[in-house]
Protein backbone atom coordinates (compact mmCIF):
# COMPACT_ATOMS: atom_id res chain seq x y z
CA UNK A 1 0.00 0.00 0.00
CA UNK A 2 3.05 2.72 1.01
CA UNK A 3 4.43 1.59 -2.53
CA UNK A 4 1.75 2.61 -4.39
CA UNK A 5 0.82 5.61 -2.40
CA UNK A 6 4.87 6.60 -3.27
CA UNK A 7 4.51 5.69 -6.82
CA UNK A 8 1.37 7.83 -7.19
CA UNK A 9 2.89 11.06 -5.23
CA UNK A 10 6.04 10.68 -8.02
CA UNK A 11 3.53 10.87 -10.32
CA UNK A 12 1.78 13.58 -9.70
CA UNK A 13 4.89 15.29 -8.85
CA UNK A 14 5.99 14.75 -12.63
CA UNK A 15 3.03 16.11 -14.13
CA UNK A 16 2.93 19.61 -12.28
CA UNK A 17 6.56 20.05 -13.33
CA UNK A 18 5.94 19.44 -16.79
CA UNK A 19 3.38 21.90 -16.19
CA UNK A 20 5.03 24.54 -14.99
CA UNK A 21 7.55 23.91 -17.68
CA UNK A 22 4.92 24.37 -20.25
CA UNK A 23 3.63 27.48 -18.42
CA UNK A 24 6.94 28.80 -18.63
CA UNK A 25 7.48 27.93 -22.21
CA UNK A 26 4.60 29.53 -23.68
CA UNK A 27 5.46 32.89 -21.55
CA UNK A 28 8.23 34.41 -24.23
CA UNK A 29 11.07 36.90 -23.07
CA UNK A 30 10.79 39.96 -25.86
CA UNK A 31 12.51 43.01 -25.43
CA UNK A 32 10.81 46.31 -24.91
CA UNK A 33 11.80 49.97 -25.10
CA UNK A 34 10.35 53.55 -24.15
CA UNK A 35 10.12 56.01 -26.80
CA UNK A 36 12.91 58.35 -27.07
CA UNK A 37 12.14 62.41 -27.27
CA UNK A 38 15.09 64.26 -28.44
CA UNK A 39 15.98 66.93 -31.29
CA UNK A 40 16.95 65.64 -34.54
CA UNK A 41 16.61 66.50 -38.15
CA UNK A 42 15.08 65.39 -41.15
CA UNK A 43 17.05 64.43 -43.98
CA UNK A 44 14.83 64.28 -47.66
CA UNK A 45 16.84 64.43 -51.05
CA UNK A 46 15.23 65.80 -54.09
CA UNK A 47 16.57 66.04 -57.50
CA UNK A 48 18.15 69.21 -58.59
CA UNK A 49 18.50 71.21 -61.89
CA UNK A 50 21.74 73.34 -61.88
CA UNK A 51 21.41 76.75 -63.04
CA UNK A 52 23.43 80.04 -63.58
CA UNK A 53 22.48 82.50 -61.76
CA UNK A 54 22.62 84.67 -64.88
CA UNK A 55 22.81 82.72 -68.17
CA UNK A 56 21.75 84.38 -71.55
CA UNK A 57 21.70 83.47 -75.36
CA UNK A 58 23.94 85.69 -77.36
CA UNK A 59 22.37 87.32 -80.48
CA UNK A 60 23.12 89.50 -83.40
CA UNK A 61 21.38 92.53 -83.55
CA UNK A 62 22.47 93.34 -87.18
CA UNK A 63 22.76 92.01 -90.31
CA UNK A 64 26.06 90.98 -92.06
CA UNK A 65 28.78 88.93 -92.10
CA UNK A 66 30.89 88.09 -89.30
CA UNK A 67 33.75 90.02 -89.42
CA UNK A 68 35.29 89.07 -86.18
CA UNK A 69 35.35 86.25 -83.53
CA UNK A 70 37.91 87.65 -80.14
CA UNK A 71 36.84 85.11 -77.99
CA UNK A 72 36.99 81.16 -77.91
CA UNK A 73 34.40 78.45 -76.50
CA UNK A 74 34.70 77.83 -72.74
CA UNK A 75 36.94 80.84 -72.64
CA UNK A 76 35.98 83.44 -69.41
CA UNK A 77 35.47 87.03 -70.24
CA UNK A 78 35.28 90.09 -68.86
CA UNK A 79 32.27 92.50 -68.57
CA UNK A 80 32.81 94.95 -71.78
CA UNK A 81 35.20 92.50 -73.92
CA UNK A 82 34.48 92.34 -77.11
CA UNK A 83 33.59 88.98 -78.56
CA UNK A 84 32.17 89.78 -82.14
CA UNK A 85 32.63 91.93 -84.66
CA UNK A 86 29.50 92.06 -87.87
CA UNK A 87 31.20 93.87 -90.59
CA UNK A 88 30.08 97.43 -90.40
CA UNK A 89 30.92 99.14 -93.53
CA UNK A 90 27.41 99.52 -94.65
CA UNK A 91 26.32 100.89 -91.17
CA UNK A 92 29.42 103.51 -91.21
CA UNK A 93 28.02 104.65 -94.58
CA UNK A 94 24.95 105.00 -92.83
CA UNK A 95 26.39 106.96 -90.51
CA UNK A 96 28.03 109.60 -92.93
CA UNK A 97 24.83 109.66 -95.01
CA UNK A 98 22.93 111.10 -92.22
CA UNK A 99 25.94 112.62 -90.39
CA UNK A 100 25.44 114.79 -93.99
CA UNK A 101 22.00 115.09 -93.67
CA UNK A 102 22.20 116.82 -90.60
CA UNK A 103 24.67 119.41 -91.86
CA UNK A 104 22.72 119.90 -94.30
CA UNK A 105 19.13 120.87 -91.97
CA UNK A 106 21.61 122.82 -90.03
CA UNK A 107 22.83 125.20 -93.13
CA UNK A 108 18.69 125.48 -93.86
CA UNK A 109 17.68 126.07 -90.04
CA UNK A 110 20.60 129.16 -90.28
CA UNK A 111 19.23 130.88 -93.44
CA UNK A 112 15.74 130.56 -92.40
CA UNK A 113 16.72 131.98 -89.46
CA UNK A 114 18.03 135.00 -90.60
CA UNK A 115 15.15 135.87 -93.13
CA UNK A 116 12.53 134.81 -90.06
CA UNK A 117 14.74 137.63 -88.55
CA UNK A 118 14.32 140.31 -91.22
CA UNK A 119 10.66 138.55 -91.70
CA UNK A 120 11.07 137.63 -95.61
CA UNK A 121 9.85 134.01 -93.94
CA UNK A 122 6.74 133.25 -91.22
CA UNK A 123 7.87 132.01 -88.15
CA UNK A 124 6.38 128.63 -89.17
CA UNK A 125 8.82 128.55 -92.08
CA UNK A 126 11.17 128.84 -88.75
CA UNK A 127 9.91 125.89 -86.80
CA UNK A 128 9.31 123.79 -89.87
CA UNK A 129 13.10 124.23 -90.44
CA UNK A 130 14.03 123.18 -86.87
CA UNK A 131 11.88 119.75 -87.23
CA UNK A 132 13.94 118.91 -89.99
CA UNK A 133 16.90 119.56 -87.71
CA UNK A 134 15.70 117.88 -85.19
CA UNK A 135 14.27 114.95 -87.85
CA UNK A 136 18.09 114.81 -88.93
CA UNK A 137 19.90 114.16 -85.66
CA UNK A 138 17.82 111.60 -84.72
CA UNK A 139 18.37 109.67 -88.40
CA UNK A 140 22.28 110.57 -87.54
CA UNK A 141 21.84 109.27 -83.45
CA UNK A 142 19.83 106.13 -84.92
CA UNK A 143 22.61 105.23 -87.69
CA UNK A 144 25.44 105.99 -85.22
CA UNK A 145 23.08 103.11 -82.98
CA UNK A 146 22.98 100.52 -85.72
CA UNK A 147 26.20 100.91 -86.41
CA UNK A 148 27.68 100.55 -82.60
CA UNK A 149 25.19 97.01 -82.56
CA UNK A 150 27.64 95.06 -84.99
CA UNK A 151 30.11 95.09 -82.39
CA UNK A 152 29.21 92.50 -79.77
CA UNK A 153 31.05 92.83 -76.38
CA UNK A 154 30.13 90.74 -73.03
CA UNK A 155 27.38 92.42 -70.75
CA UNK A 156 28.66 90.59 -67.62
CA UNK A 157 31.60 88.41 -66.83
CA UNK A 158 31.04 85.10 -67.92
CA UNK A 159 32.28 81.51 -69.26
CA UNK A 160 31.48 81.78 -73.88
CA UNK A 161 29.41 78.71 -74.60
CA UNK A 162 29.40 76.83 -77.94
CA UNK A 163 29.31 79.02 -81.15
CA UNK A 164 26.66 78.34 -83.80
CA UNK A 165 28.32 80.48 -86.44
CA UNK A 166 31.66 80.46 -87.89
CA UNK A 167 33.95 83.51 -89.39
CA UNK A 168 32.69 84.72 -92.52
CA UNK A 169 29.17 83.56 -91.57
CA UNK A 170 26.04 85.92 -93.15
CA UNK A 171 24.02 86.37 -90.07
CA UNK A 172 20.90 87.80 -89.82
CA UNK A 173 18.88 89.97 -86.71
CA UNK A 174 18.31 87.59 -83.93
CA UNK A 175 20.49 84.84 -84.81
CA UNK A 176 22.41 82.82 -82.07
CA UNK A 177 25.69 83.12 -82.19
CA UNK A 178 26.94 81.77 -78.76
CA UNK A 179 25.92 81.79 -74.57
CA UNK A 180 27.44 83.14 -72.00
CA UNK A 181 27.02 82.05 -67.95
CA UNK A 182 28.21 83.61 -65.03
CA UNK A 183 28.40 80.33 -62.85
CA UNK A 184 29.85 82.36 -59.50
CA UNK A 185 27.05 81.80 -57.78
CA UNK A 186 24.86 78.81 -58.63
CA UNK A 187 21.05 78.11 -58.02
CA UNK A 188 19.13 75.04 -57.94
CA UNK A 189 16.26 73.73 -58.46
CA UNK A 190 14.22 71.08 -56.97
CA UNK A 191 10.61 69.99 -56.47
CA UNK A 192 9.02 69.30 -53.10
CA UNK A 193 5.71 67.64 -52.69
CA UNK A 194 2.46 69.89 -50.94
CA UNK A 195 2.80 67.38 -47.90
CA UNK A 196 6.53 67.60 -47.50
CA UNK A 197 6.20 71.55 -48.27
CA UNK A 198 3.58 72.03 -45.36
CA UNK A 199 5.68 69.94 -42.86
CA UNK A 200 9.05 72.43 -44.11
CA UNK A 201 6.50 75.62 -43.55
CA UNK A 202 5.17 74.03 -40.19
CA UNK A 203 9.42 73.04 -38.94
CA UNK A 204 10.86 76.21 -40.90
CA UNK A 205 10.90 79.81 -39.11
CA UNK A 206 9.98 81.83 -41.37
CA UNK A 207 12.91 84.15 -41.14
CA UNK A 208 15.63 80.89 -41.33
CA UNK A 209 16.72 79.69 -44.44
CA UNK A 210 17.56 76.26 -44.29
CA UNK A 211 21.16 75.10 -44.85
CA UNK A 212 20.82 72.41 -48.07
CA UNK A 213 23.92 70.16 -49.51
CA UNK A 214 24.08 69.13 -53.23
CA UNK A 215 25.93 65.99 -54.16
CA UNK A 216 26.60 66.21 -57.57
CA UNK A 217 26.25 63.66 -60.29
CA UNK A 218 29.54 61.58 -59.50
CA UNK A 219 28.19 60.90 -55.97
CA UNK A 220 30.42 63.48 -54.32
CA UNK A 221 29.43 66.26 -51.48
CA UNK A 222 30.07 69.23 -53.00
CA UNK A 223 32.07 71.12 -51.08
CA UNK A 224 29.88 74.37 -50.44
CA UNK A 225 26.24 74.40 -48.59
CA UNK A 226 23.76 76.48 -50.11
CA UNK A 227 20.09 78.25 -48.64
CA UNK A 228 16.55 78.04 -49.72
CA UNK A 229 15.76 81.58 -50.36
CA UNK A 230 12.80 81.23 -53.16
CA UNK A 231 9.79 79.23 -53.10
CA UNK A 232 7.30 79.58 -56.40
CA UNK A 233 4.06 81.05 -56.08
CA UNK A 234 1.85 78.26 -57.17
CA UNK A 235 1.76 74.42 -57.31
CA UNK A 236 2.07 72.75 -60.75
CA UNK A 237 -1.69 71.25 -60.98
CA UNK A 238 -0.20 68.33 -63.15
CA UNK A 239 2.90 66.95 -60.74
CA UNK A 240 1.04 68.83 -57.37
CA UNK A 241 4.91 69.85 -56.88
CA UNK A 242 6.51 73.24 -55.99
CA UNK A 243 9.93 74.37 -56.94
CA UNK A 244 12.24 75.41 -54.40
CA UNK A 245 15.45 77.10 -55.44
CA UNK A 246 18.60 77.42 -53.54
CA UNK A 247 21.88 78.90 -53.93
CA UNK A 248 24.81 78.06 -54.03
CA UNK A 249 28.64 79.65 -54.08
CA UNK A 250 30.19 78.45 -56.92
CA UNK A 251 33.87 80.27 -56.98
CA UNK A 252 35.99 77.62 -58.02
CA UNK A 253 33.49 77.79 -61.19
CA UNK A 254 32.78 73.38 -60.45
CA UNK A 255 29.28 73.49 -60.83
CA UNK A 256 27.95 74.49 -64.76
CA UNK A 257 24.29 75.31 -66.14
CA UNK A 258 22.72 72.58 -67.48
CA UNK A 259 24.32 70.14 -64.49
CA UNK A 260 21.99 67.52 -62.35
CA UNK A 261 22.10 66.28 -59.19
CA UNK A 262 20.71 66.18 -55.33
CA UNK A 263 19.71 68.20 -52.96
CA UNK A 264 19.80 67.15 -49.76
CA UNK A 265 17.76 69.09 -47.27
CA UNK A 266 17.71 68.95 -43.42
CA UNK A 267 14.39 70.40 -41.83
CA UNK A 268 14.77 70.86 -37.98
CA UNK A 269 12.67 67.69 -35.71
CA UNK A 270 12.50 69.55 -32.57
CA UNK A 271 11.55 67.74 -29.39
CA UNK A 272 10.10 64.26 -31.66
CA UNK A 273 9.28 61.38 -29.78
CA UNK A 274 10.88 58.55 -31.53
CA UNK A 275 10.53 54.60 -31.92
CA UNK A 276 12.56 52.70 -34.30
CA UNK A 277 10.28 51.94 -37.53
CA UNK A 278 10.76 47.25 -36.32
CA UNK A 279 8.54 48.44 -33.27
CA UNK A 280 5.55 49.26 -35.62
CA UNK A 281 3.06 47.03 -38.23
CA UNK A 282 0.47 47.95 -40.43
CA UNK A 283 -3.26 47.04 -40.18
CA UNK A 284 -5.15 48.19 -43.54
CA UNK A 285 -2.75 51.19 -44.11
CA UNK A 286 -3.01 52.02 -40.43
CA UNK A 287 0.06 51.37 -38.28
CA UNK A 288 0.46 50.01 -34.83
CA UNK A 289 2.42 49.18 -32.17
CA UNK A 290 2.36 46.72 -28.95
CA UNK A 291 2.15 48.22 -25.64
CA UNK A 292 3.04 46.55 -22.75
CA UNK A 293 1.48 47.17 -19.33
CA UNK A 294 2.54 46.72 -15.58
CA UNK A 295 1.26 43.36 -15.32
CA UNK A 296 3.17 42.35 -18.51
CA UNK A 297 0.04 42.28 -20.72
CA UNK A 298 0.50 42.99 -24.57
CA UNK A 299 -1.95 45.79 -26.35
CA UNK A 300 -2.09 47.14 -29.50
CA UNK A 301 -2.86 50.92 -30.20
CA UNK A 302 -2.82 52.74 -33.56
CA UNK A 303 -0.34 55.49 -33.62
CA UNK A 304 0.33 58.52 -36.44
CA UNK A 305 3.06 59.04 -37.61
CA UNK A 306 4.98 62.64 -38.13
CA UNK A 307 7.67 61.70 -39.84
CA UNK A 308 9.55 59.03 -40.95
CA UNK A 309 13.75 58.99 -40.66
CA UNK A 310 15.89 56.28 -41.78
CA UNK A 311 15.00 53.26 -39.43
CA UNK A 312 12.61 55.48 -36.81
CA UNK A 313 9.18 57.00 -36.73
CA UNK A 314 8.98 60.08 -35.02
CA UNK A 315 5.55 59.44 -33.54
CA UNK A 316 2.43 62.44 -33.62
CA UNK A 317 0.19 60.79 -31.24
CA UNK A 318 -1.09 57.56 -29.62
CA UNK A 319 2.14 56.87 -27.59
CA UNK A 320 3.71 58.79 -24.21
CA UNK A 321 6.92 58.70 -23.55
CA UNK A 322 6.83 56.41 -20.70
CA UNK A 323 5.16 53.82 -22.52
CA UNK A 324 6.65 50.32 -22.93
CA UNK A 325 6.49 49.50 -26.45
CA UNK A 326 7.29 45.65 -27.56
CA UNK A 327 10.76 46.12 -30.21
CA UNK A 328 10.89 42.27 -31.30
CA UNK A 329 9.10 39.15 -31.67
CA UNK A 330 5.69 40.95 -32.65
CA UNK A 331 4.87 37.48 -34.75
CA UNK A 332 5.08 36.00 -31.70
CA UNK A 333 1.98 38.03 -29.75
CA UNK A 334 -1.18 39.03 -30.05
CA UNK A 335 -3.67 41.67 -28.40
CA UNK A 336 -3.91 40.52 -24.56
CA UNK A 337 -0.77 37.92 -24.55
CA UNK A 338 1.14 37.64 -21.39
CA UNK A 339 4.87 38.03 -21.96
CA UNK A 340 8.54 38.31 -19.74
CA UNK A 341 9.52 41.67 -20.49
CA UNK A 342 12.61 42.53 -20.77
CA UNK A 343 13.56 46.42 -20.44
CA UNK A 344 16.33 47.89 -22.64
CA UNK A 345 17.11 51.47 -22.41
CA UNK A 346 16.16 53.81 -25.64
CA UNK A 347 19.38 55.28 -25.72
CA UNK A 348 21.05 52.05 -25.77
CA UNK A 349 18.16 50.71 -28.97
CA UNK A 350 18.62 53.82 -31.10
CA UNK A 351 22.59 53.76 -30.53
CA UNK A 352 22.59 50.05 -32.20
CA UNK A 353 20.49 51.55 -35.05
CA UNK A 354 23.00 54.48 -35.90
CA UNK A 355 20.89 57.28 -36.18
CA UNK A 356 23.05 60.69 -36.37
CA UNK A 357 20.71 63.11 -33.84
CA UNK A 358 21.52 66.67 -32.55
Known sequence: ???????????????????????????PK???TTPLRKTTELVREYVGQVRAIQHIEVRALERGYLQGIFVDEGQTVKSGQRMFQIMPLIYQAEVQKAQAEAELRELEYNNTK???DKNVVSPNELALSQAHVNKARAELVLATTHKG???????????M????????SLVDEGDLLTTLSDNRTIWVYFNVSEAEYLAYKAKTPGDEAPVVR?????????????????????FNSETGNIAFRATFPNPSGLLRHGETGKVVMSVPLRDALLIPQKATFEVLDKKFVFVVDEQNVVHSRPITVA???PQLYAVASGLEEND??????????????????????PAEVHAQLEVPAE
Open 1 to 27: MSRFLLLALCLLSAIGCRHEHKKHEET
Open 30 to 32: LLV
Open 114 to 116: LLA
Open 149 to 159: LTEIRAPFEGI
Open 161 to 168: GRFHVRLG
Open 214 to 234: LVMASGELFEHPGKVETIEAD
Open 307 to 309: AEL
Open 324 to 345: RVLIDGLRKVRDGSLIHAEFKA
